[in-house]
């Protein structure tokens, strides 16, 4: 291996070591966030036991006159009234932050309630996936990596028209 390889070698380890340094720093130096309270999706909660807390939790619209919600952590199931509610449908995701009432209703803060379609998450990601290859690709075309001096350089003729005649890539 040649010294120079060494050098970009050493140099990208520190930038990272510098870089994880900076998410650590980021991190520590700020307060931590004051905690919502405790998620009703908990095994181990009962919206009795909270009654007058502030609680947030999240679940699945299943009626909606009056708005109740289905919480769920996996093994156990609550069903949960929920007040002052923005317009919902059945089906439809909500995370609600809001006062626990003595009967187990929870009352929303319709300003800290986000309601999603059930659809919103997949198509989130799938963007995210097909912006991410559609990057990759971008930077496969127009760059090659030479692992001998561990370099990125541009191609002299990218590969998307490297097989075209001249007058299809000119025009």
Known sequence: M???????LVTLGICVVLLSGLFV???AGYPAPTSPGPDL???DVTPADLAGDHVETG???????PVIIEVTDGTTTQHLPVENAPDVAVGQEVIVDGTLTADGTLVADRDRTVVR?????TYMYAISVLGALFVAF????GWRFDP?????SPRDTP??????SEEEASG
């Open 117 to 121: 379609e059930p659809w919103e998450t």
């Open 159 to 164: 590969l998307h028209t490297r097989y075209l």
């Open 41 to 43: 999706a908990e095994s």
């Open 138 to 141: 971008r930077i496969a075309d």
């Open 148 to 152: 001998e001096t561990v370099t990125f």
């Open 59 to 65: 679940g699945v619209v299943i009626a909606t006159d």
């Open 25 to 27: 720093l980021a991190g």
């Open 2 to 8: 040649s010294r120079a390889v060494g050098y970009r």
